[in-house]
């Protein structure tokens, strides 16, 4: 098959598809390259660069889009590439299926296949091909880089012989892929990094960055972002407003904030309000990630560096890969590549559109004259979700039908206990003499409300119980009591050592029991 | 006028007990129930002095001065790990004063018989004996029930806790013994029993009273001697209970209704107590007290794998790394004395924001509530100490799971084997943690002496050694 690239027409976009090593790379797959003249200038490679990677140079676009049979590009195409694209050739570029929904619709009549870069799934296979991640990880860094070329300070803290000068301090909301690479390349130049992300699982992540995370006082549940293919959900309000507060707290003190957090196909959250912009110090920075979804802080002029009254300059540039066109474009043709060695799997020039493939059929939006968004969703989950305590769930006249039988159980159990204590008591009683029975329900009595009081006594308190029971089983010294005064010596003698060591007992039990409840603290 | 005050005091002090052993529901409102029972027990032991117990007053309150000095001597020195000696050297206590009083009863009796044979006039009698007095026929014969009753039962946990005391101190051999014969002699000591109650119903003589004692204290001798160390939990609430009943039953035959009240107060509490351990062991009250465990029910399954060793340096990375630890400690932290050191690595791992919490299961030591009690001497929060129930749900999210001295209550065999000896009773499931460090002494199987598949677990770890030892060494690296 021939691949053909040709220069991106998008004003400003530096990037290309396509590199000399890439190009070689393809070729070993069976397939044939062409580029459009002066494609890779802006990216700093030269049409001898690709001629000696045995690539064909062609001058115009529309050769190129009538030689190519799959055409690779960066962005998506604009109206003039639509109407280049013909049937049978096949499209590989971001193409947003929400955003350019109209583009997609068309092509897909055409019978055009188009395949998005940023549909390519979150599994561990198609991770050579994630694009989206590959320029987040540039945007992450461009982003510090771009913070610090518009911060008046250091960000590493120095002692000099010229005085003290103390780190930045530098937040980063939301630790996805790029806002991990803005940790790492902000901790590396020796800034204080602090980072937040609404999914706590990702703390580990961030503190293996050598960043701080920043924790909610806050008690839910958060989706865990297993469920939505590694990405973040919307939280709920409640969530929203005490993570604002935290915001709100910590903005005086922060000189640099980068702003990451997206939602796939949603408008940016704000999440740096006014106020806390306001709230910073003169000569603080905020690069927002999120500017091109309407930014984190409504504040941001996308494609635009701004400086409010009081000097916080706020960076909303949306082509952070495009200003390091070489590297960028250097892991995207990388990326494609990856991308055609899984479309190739015999390596013979042969592309094998395998829609039975969750990688491909993801990526692929429109394929043999139908549009295929949404895909169904991958056999594999992108993510192992955390296992969650699994509940049989009963339903609701099961759960009633076994609370009747319980209930009927215990009722037949209490009865005939009952009935068994009963009869029991009533046998005694006709036997026994009246004056034995007044003592005798006395007794029962005790009995039945020993049995209620106890069940009620904490586990841990089991030790101070039994100390206790024994001080007060001791009350046996009123019989002995009652007994001293009458009578033989021998009375009295036994009479006198049950009492005294009746008393050891009393004070014995009821001291050590104090002294074990005083040592009960809580944290 | 004084009885009517006395009563009243004896009905004001059984509430108050009621409210001392409702108290310890919690442990707040615990410290205030103890002072319940303090007034309770005053005020039952002053209306007794002002009212019936007539004369010798003085040397009454002399001896309970006397006998409190001492109890306060040994209350304040004990060693929180001694615990259980003491409880149950207190309860041989309270046995030993029921055979008493039961004699006692026993000789007013026969005083007051004799002065009646006598035709003496018997006003001037003591309030006990003029009590006696008044009896019918039919309510002697009960008496000489009761007070035999009371007898019996003061010697038997007279007897069985001055043993149950040598075991847990370690002055009696705490292993499983019985003369040749087994429960032949219980059988024949209770049969004894049964026939000098019939003899002392119909004669009331002295001496099938004095045989019974004898063949009481034997009972008491013979059963705890049988019965091993790790099931010393069921037998000291079990005594519990007993000193409980005994006082019930002497309380029947002196007529003292508060006696009853808190003799059964007690006695339901131990019972309770039994019942719980006995459940937590999955074993019935009667096994534990007939003793020992059974042989295997069957082949047992073999264990596989081998038990790997581990150093303090690698307990300290993996403690360094983990999140949430839970501790489950045994009768072996409470022999090495190993409290302190354990309450020491729960500040710093607690202080590096770690989640540190503790196990415990219900029989673990010797005592009810054991452990709870030592981790609180060692100033270990109450509120970081759960139960079984509540956190063996909680295993599968925990990093660390650290056993020290425990080993039959965490044996993954009582769920998987079900020819286990211990088949069926519940467990701590520390197995389902990311890791498992166990700390224990040498390689020997526990009380049981059944193997723990535990420790041939993949993610299973032992580190050897004395467990203050092992934990000093650990403290020096963390």
Known sequence: MIIGTPKELFEGENRVAMTPASAKELQKLGHSCVIETKAGQAAGFSDKDYKDAGVEVVKTAAALWKAAEIVAKVRAPNESEMKRLSADQTLISFFSPVADEAKMKSAARKGATVVAMEMIPRISRAQKMDALSSMANIAGYRAVIEAGNNFPRFFTGQITAAGKVPPAKVLVVGAGVAGLAAIGTSTSLGAITYAFDVRPEVAEQVESMGAEFVYLDFEEEQADGASSGGYASVSSPEFAAAQLAKFREIAPDMDIVITTALIPNREAPELWTEDMVKSMKPGSVIVDLAAEKGGNCKLTVMDEKIVTDNGVTIIGYTDFPSRMAAQSSTLYATNIRHLMTDLTPEKDGVVDHDMEDDVIRGATIAHAKDVTFPPPPPKIQAIAAQPKAEVVELTAEEKRAAEVAAFKAQTKQQVTLLAVGAALLLGVGLVAPASFMQHFIVFVLAIFVGFQVIWGVAHSLHTPLMAVTNAISSIIILGALMQIGSGSFLVILLAALAVFMTGINIFGGFLVTRRMLAMFQKS | ?478
């Not at chain 2, 059988?187 to 109650?197: D, F, G, M």
């Not at chain 2, 007529?255 to 062991?281: F, P, Q, R, T």
């Not at chain 2, 030592?374 to 509540?390: F, G, N, Q, T």
């Open chain 2, 1 to 478: 006028m004084e009885f009517g005050f006395t009563t009243a005091a004896y009905v004001v002090a059984a509430v108050l007990f009621i409210l001392s052993l409702g108290g310890l529901s919690g442990q707040e409102s615990a410290k205030r129930a103890v002072w319940y029972g303090i007034v309770g027990m005053a005020l039952a032991v002053a209306a007794t002095l002002i009212g019936p117990g007539s004369g010798f007053w003085l040397l009454s309150i002399l001896l309970i001065a006397g006998g409190g000095a001492i109890g306060y001597q040994l209350a304040t020195r004990v060693q929180m790990t001694q615990m259980p000696e003491l409880v149950a050297a207190m309860h041989s206590l309270v046995g030993l004063a029921a055979v008493f009083v039961g004699f006692i009863a026993h000789f007013e009796m026969g005083r007051v018989a004799a002065l009646v044979a006598a035709g003496v006039d018997l006003s001037d009698l003591g309030t006990f004996a003029a009590l006696i007095a008044k009896k019918t026929s039919v309510e002697l014969g009960i008496l000489r029930v009761e007070l035999f009753l009371g007898i019996f039962i003061g010697a038997i946990t007279f007897t069985g806790s001055v043993i149950a005391y040598g075991k847990l101190a370690g002055k009696v051999d705490s292993a499983a013994k019985k003369l040749p014969g087994g429960h032949l002699h219980n059988i024949a000591a209770a049969a004894v029993a049964v026939i000098t109650l019939i003899w002392y119903f119909n004669t009331g003589g002295f001496f099938p009273l004095f045989l019974m004692t004898l063949a009481a204290l034997f009972i008491g001798y013979h059963l705890i001697m049988g019965i091993g160390g790790a099931d010393m939990p069921v037998v000291v609430s079990m005594l519990n209970s007993y000193s409980g009943w005994a006082a019930a039953a002497i309380g029947f035959s002196l007529g003292n209704d508060l006696l009853i009240v808190v003799g059964a107060l007690v006695g339901s509490s131990g019972a309770i107590l039994s019942y719980i351990m006995c459940k937590a062991m999955n074993r019935s009250f009667v096994s534990v007290i007939l003793g020992g465990f059974g042989g295997p029910a069957g082949e047992q399954m073999a264990v596989e794998g081998e038990q790997i060793a581990i150093e303090a340096d690698g307990v300290a990375t993996a403690l360094e790394e983990a999140d949430s630890v839970v501790i489950i400690p045994g009768y072996g932290m409470a022999v090495a004395q190993a409290q302190q050191n354990v309450a020491e690595l729960t500040r710093r791992l607690r202080a590096k924001g770690k989640t540190v919490r503790f196990a415990i299961h219900p029989v673990a030591g010797r005592l009810p509530g054991h452990m709870n009690v030592l981790l609180a001497e060692a100033k270990v929060p109450y509120d970081i100490v759960m139960e079984m129930d509540e956190i063996n749900e909680d295993f599968p999210d925990t990093d660390v799971a650290i056993v020290i001295g425990s080993n039959d209550i965490v044996n993954p065999a009582a769920q998987d084997d079900p020819n286990s000896p211990i088949a069926g009773m519940p467990v701590l499931e520390c197995w389902k943690a990311k890791q498992v460090f166990v700390s224990k002494r040498g390689q020997g199987t526990g009380y049981s002496g059944i193997e723990n598949p535990l420790f041939f677990k993949e993610n299973t770890r032992m580190f050897y050694g004395d467990a203050k030892a092992s934990l000093d060494a650990l403290l020096s690296k963390i």
